[in-house]
């Protein structure tokens, strides 16, 4: 009976593993779209604007900070929820 229920938990930490793996790579592709996206419309701002060395410095620090916090927030924090949680893996 309890080689049973170790093969069932091991189905289970598998089919976890999968789905940790299948949402994370969806948190990533969201991350890239939305980067790529907000470089898009810095380019056209730059490009309509034509803006001097100081305007265009803080075009770039705003897009890094953007990107640093699009970061944390797709990839960093749900990694950081799912550490906690696989400690005390509940199947039920």
């Known amino acids: 009976m309890n080689e049973k229920l170790s093969t069932i938990e091991n189905k289970l930490r598998a089919v976890v593993e999968r789905e940790k793996r299948r949402d994370g790579l969806i948190r990533l592709s969201s991350a ?5 996206s907000a470089l898009i419309i810095i380019v056209l701002l ?5 803006f001097d060395s100081a305007a265009r410095s803080i075009l770039v620090l705003i897009f890094l900070a953007g990107g640093i916090a699009t ?7 749900p990694f ?10 509940d199947y039920t």
């Open 80 to 89: 950081i929820k799912d550490l906690f949680s696989y400690k005390n893996p």
């Open 46 to 50: 730059e490009a309509a604007g034509n």
């Open 32 to 36: 890239a779209t939305l980067l790529c």
């Open 71 to 77: 970061f944390l927030f797709f990839l960093v924090s």
